[in-house]
């Protein structure tokens, strides 16, 4: 069973960078799949940000594309995320996601979500 | 981007209830539509994939059709443990979720 649990600090100053982790268990990080980083502002619905291969390659939501960076670690296999010049917006519930490299591109297993606020 | 729009966005019903959630993609998607079920302070959780397939472990009292760009979510008979937000999502291209659905108790 894959599991995925999300840390990194939960509060992040106007302007800095957001950084945030993913540990992933039960299976590898090297197994085709994408590692992929999914938000929830609080109250609100999903939004993707972005995602991973264990390749490097990466895809970015355009909205967010200026600002993102995702990065694999394969030694400790886990992927991680950062957001830079954040603003009270980026306020959310951080999920990393496992989804599908192959069609029809789902997300199966879900991290238990991590709450990123934005303030001085 | 594909625009996906889900509808209503909160219904009421009761335990028993037979309930039916739709969700439009803004351009043709085949069945590359997914169904989650997310409960306040946790994970969204797949209900349905590749918008009929369910996901193992997932009661048989929820099923998925559709295709092409209209889809619906059905709970055959609502039970006290499935109040909570629906969404869909699409894997056509870059994914992207609907607004969700919020199923509440009446």
């Known amino acids: 069973q894959v599991q995925l649990q999300e840390s990194g600090p939960g509060l992040v100053k106007p302007s800095g960078t957001l950084s945030l982790t993913c540990a992933v268990s039960?299976?590898?990080?090297?197994?085709?799949?994408?590692w992929s980083w999914v938000r929830q502002p609080p109250g609100t619905g999903l939004e993707w940000i972005g995602e991973?291969?264990?390749?490097?390659?990466?895809n970015y939501n355009p909205s967010l594309k200026s600002r993102v960076t995702m990065s694999v670690d394969k030694s400790k296999n886990q992927f991680s995320l950062k957001v830079s010049s954040v603003t009270a917006a980026d306020t959310a519930v951080y999920y990393c996601?496992?989804?599908?490299?192959?069609?029809?591109?789902?997300?199966?297993?879900w991290g238990q979500g991590t709450l990123v606020t934005v303030s001085s | 981007d594909i625009q996906m729009t889900q509808s209503p966005s909160s219904l009421s019903a009761s335990v028993g209830d037979r309930v039916t959630i739709t969700c439009r993609a803004s351009?043709?998607?085949?069945?590359?539509l997914h169904w989650y079920q997310q409960k306040p302070g946790k994970a969204p959780k797949l209900l349905i994939y590749?918008?009929?397939s369910l996901q193992s472990g997932v009661p048989s009292r929820f099923s998925g059709s559709g295709s092409g760009t209209d889809f619906t979510l059905t709970i055959s008979s609502l039970q006290p443990e499935d109040f909570a937000t629906y969404y869909c999502?699409?894997?056509?291209?870059?994914?992207?979720f609907g607004g969700g659905t919020k199923v509440e108790i009446k």
């Open positions: 039960g299976g590898s990080i090297s197994s085709n799949n994408w």
């Open positions: 999502q699409q894997g056509y291209s870059t994914p992207g």
């Open positions: 351009q043709s998607i085949s069945t590359y």
């Open positions: 590749a918008a009929s």
């Open positions: 991973i291969h264990h390749s490097g390659s990466t």
């Open positions: 996601a496992r989804k599908m490299a192959t069609t029809p591109y789902y997300f199966d297993y």
